[in-house]
């Protein structure tokens, strides 16, 4: 049967970012633009022959076609096996799960996790590694090395298999299994959490309604909230992952997600809403009119994880990534486990969770996980917190403004200007770096800045280092602001910025966040001159 090996020649911009490379999907469709990405996967990893690879996507337009594709490189290349998600479909925690559970030597997951989908939308492709976590840096720059030298990629003739047919199929020498996306995962979350507690809390009345938002985590959610864990028909709602996701944007926030914020602040609103993101990695959290910051869900969780059977024995550490708020070290501080703070991206926290060092880990961007696995996982996020929530029998506002008491509170917010001119956002954080040297001390609007610096990491485990990471400016009295480049965005530059406040006075625990970071924004603004560098006077969109 024919092996076909097919002359090509470097491709421009296939450099990986935060989570593997995310274009817009015309540019995937692209002729070879796919294969010498994949090519550049399998040869930077060094080869795929004798090795058995998990494949599996978010369902999003051209998911499949991919697949197929990727399924016909991974025979030419001499893998033995490849272990692919029904309909094409895995979540990315349940892909990691898989390479973790099979031993296989790695996956590619294509997801371009919250950006919409469609023809004229994103697409996404990473590789994991090994131990089922996001390829890191070592081997991201080896995968872009090989992309700017390529001149072949190897494929096989062959039809398209049918995605949709469980069990094993052969094409040529390479195995193919299909299997259940769910189960696995579901069993997982099984020897975590107390599914008989929470059934009980469902049993008992307590009503929910989690978003999928016409994403990967419908068929999950269903199947574990729904079937296994007795929840109500109709709890999950946009349940069917659709290839442009209902024409929505999957991204588990306040903005994005306003059809449950509404409901949640509405009259009968139910006792806890959850969203989670096209890929499934993400979740949102909001109790009845009590929304909750990804920073103080990773806090709360901190404090409460031993109710859970699966962190029963307690917490190794807990391990955040830098723009998150500081809550969670506040947390961890009290319970005397040790604390780590990371650059941006989860490829970052699978050292850490190797070396046992930190047992929870999370982001400001609506990202929270565990040893489980080594992604972040939305619906795991949810189940953690039905469990406290049956545990302690008190309602998320309750749960939080207990947390806030014993910890004090961090207000926080995200502000993100999008598709800024590329020239301009790097102007602005020249500028800023240039400045950092002489800061301390000096009072800027009403505030003086206690530190400030451009952030370095050097990771405990491996001992290397990552530089670059975001600028960051410390106040006197608990404020912060960070500045950060978007490594995800498919146009233009995405400036983030992120404000926050910590507050102690019990008097002053329930204010509004905005009124709270107003002196921190305007100090940041007047530091980078934002507004004048860049012409924007307000954030795209504020989380
Ligand atoms: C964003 C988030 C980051 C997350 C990543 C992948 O990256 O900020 O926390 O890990 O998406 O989901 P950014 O666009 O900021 O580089
Ligand atoms: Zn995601």
């Known amino acids: 049967m024919p092996m076909q090996n097919v002359r090509t020649t470097p491709i421009d911009g296939q450099k990986p970012g935060t989570s593997g490379l995310r274009k817009k999907t015309a540019v995937f469709r692209r002729p070879r633009f796919l294969e010498n990405y994949v090519q550049s996967i399998f040869d930077g990893i060094g080869g795929v022959e004798g090795k058995t690879l998990v494949i599996g996507g978010d369902g999003r337009f051209f998911n499949d076609a991919a697949i197929q594709i990727i399924l016909r490189m ?68 080896k995968i872009f090395e090989c992309t700017k030298s390529l001149a072949l990629y190897k494929i096989a003739a062959a039809e398209d298999l049918d995605l949709g047919q469980l069990g094993t199929h052969k094409l040529q020498d390479m195995v193919i299994e299909i299997v259940d996306p769910v189960a696995d995962y579901a069993a997982l979350m099984e020897t975590i959490v107390d599914f008989a507690k929470i059934r009980a809390l469902f049993e008992g009345g307590f009503t929910m309604c989690f978003d999928a938002m016409h994403a990967v985590t419908g068929p999950y959610a269903h199947a574990v909230l729904e079937d296994m864990l007795g929840a109500p028909k109709g709890t999950v709602i946009n349940g069917q992952p659709s290839p442009d996701f209902g024409k929505g944007h999957p991204d588990p926030n306040p903005i994005w997600a306003k059809t449950l914020m509404d409901k949640m602040h509405g009259a009968n609103a139910p006792d806890f809403g959850a969203a989670s993101d096209g ?38 550490g807990v ?37 046992g060092k930190v047992t929870l ?63 301009k956002a790097s102007v602005m954080m020249d500028g800023l770096r240039a400045k950092l040297g002489g800061l301390a001390g000096s009072r800027i609007g009403a505030l003086t800045v206690e530190a400030a610096d451009e952030f370095a990491y050097l990771d405990p485990v491996d001992g290397s280092q990552s530089t670059g990471q975001g600028i960051r400016v410390a106040f006197e009295g608990g404020g912060r602001a960070v500045f950060r480049l978007s490594g995800t965005g498919t146009q233009g530059a995405t400036i983030r910025l992120y404000l926050e406040q910590l507050e102690t006075d019990p008097a002053r625990l329930q204010e509004a966040p905005e009124t709270m970071l107003k002196q921190v924004r305007a100090a940041a603004l007047i530091l980078s001159d934002l507004v004048a560098i860049t012409g924007r006077d307000a954030p795209d969109v504020i989380t």
């Open 361 to 423: 880990c999370g982001e400001e961007s609506a990202g929270t996980g565990s040893d489980h696995v080594r992604e972040k996982d939305g619906l795991w996020a949810v189940l953690l917190w039905l469990n406290i929530l049956a545990e302690t029998g008190k309602p998320v506002s309750e749960l939080m403004a207990d947390l806030w008491k014993a910890h004090g509170r961090c207000y926080y917010a995200r502000h993100d200007y999008e598709d800024v001119d590329g020239d």
């Open 279 to 316: 890929d499934g990695d993400r979740n949102m959290i909001v109790g009845r009119g009590a929304y909750v910051t990804p920073s103080d869900s990773l806090a709360l969780l901190t404090a409460h994880a031993h109710l859970a059977p699966g962190y029963k024995g307690g917490l190794a």
């Open 74 to 141: 991974a025979c030419a290349n001499g893998a033995v096996k490849c272990i692919v998600g029904q309909g094409g479909l895995l979540s990315t925690p349940a892909a990691s799960h898989l390479i973790r559970l099979r031993e296989a030597d790695g996956g590619l997951i294509l997801s371009a996790s919250h950006n919409p989908g469609g023809p004229d939308a994103d697409f996404g492709l990473k590789y994991n590694g090994p131990n089922g976590g996001p390829a890191t840096e070592a081997v991201t720059d």
């Open 319 to 355: 391990a955040r990534s830098m723009p998150t708020s500081r809550a969670a070290d506040r947390v961890a501080e009290s319970l005397g486990i040790g604390c780590y703070e990371t650059p941006t991206g989860w490829k970052f926290f699978g050292n850490l969770l190797d070396a």
